[in-house]
T-cell receptor, first 112, second 113 residues
């Protein structure tokens, strides 16, 4: 079952612009993670934000979490062509299941 | 180098021919998991393991088996593959489950004809 739904499904921007991706989820979470996937390759972890955190930064990445709205956003600032990839949010629930549930992903294209 | 390895990377097989996809991690991680990725459906968890000899079903376990006899290895077994198991498979591991990111293998592209 998919927990996270991402918006938009696809995003095309010019190099240097900022890219914002949103993730909504359904149940209470322990933490939310963002991953990047280059075409057909393994996923790479970007950032983890816990349910008691509201914002986190890592380099050009900024993640926010609003547990009241059950949503998160990933902002990539000053995008580069190398940021072209699919981005997924994934949630760890507060229940006792040991599952990481992924959203459907956002395909980001950064045009040089 | 810390990594998760999978073999084979590509496999074409026929319906009903048993196969095993191996997964190994060298980070002494307790938690390991298998996912399949299909267009439009994202990643779905097949099975996971909290530690040696402890495994449990994910969201799409039908048609798959796993075992965890050693901490580093977590093979995925398809006893009788069918065409609907054609997919891209990923193995992942993490130190423990909660609060730690998962490290993913490079993927195994399986085609069942």
């Amino acid at each position: 079952s998919q927990q996270g739904e991402e918006d938009p499904q696809a995003l095309s921007i010019q190099e240097g612009e900022n890219a914002t991706m949103n993730c909504s989820y359904k149940t209470s979470i322990n933490n939310l993670q963002w991953y990047r996937q280059n075409s057909g390759r393994g996923l790479v972890h970007l950032i983890l934000i816990r349910s008691n955190e509201r914002e986190k930064h890592s380099g050009r990445l900024r993640v926010t979490l609003d547990t009241s709205k059950k949503s998160s956003s990933l902002l990539i600032t000053a995008s580069r062509a190398a940021d072209t990839a699919s981005y997924f949010c994934a949630t760890v629930g507060m229940d006792s299941s040991y599952k990481l549930i992924f959203g459907s992903g956002t395909r980001l294209l950064v045009r040089p | 180098e810390a990594q998760v390895t999978q073999n084979p990377r590509y496999l074409i097989t026929v319906t009903g021919k048993k196969l095993t996809v191996t997964c190994s991690q060298n980070m002494n991680h307790e938690y390991m998991s298998w996912y399949r990725q299909d267009p439009g459906l994202g990643l779905r968890q097949i099975y996971y393991s909290m530690n040696v000899e402890v495994t449990d079903k994910g969201d799409v376990p039908e048609g798959y088996k796993v075992s965890r006899k050693e901490k580093r290895n977590f093979p995925l077994i398809l006893e009788s593959p069918s065409p609907n198991q054609t997919s891209l498979y990923f193995c992942a591991s993490s130190l423990i489950f909660n609060s730690y990111e998962q490290y993913f293998g490079p993927g195994t592209r399986l085609t069942v004809t």
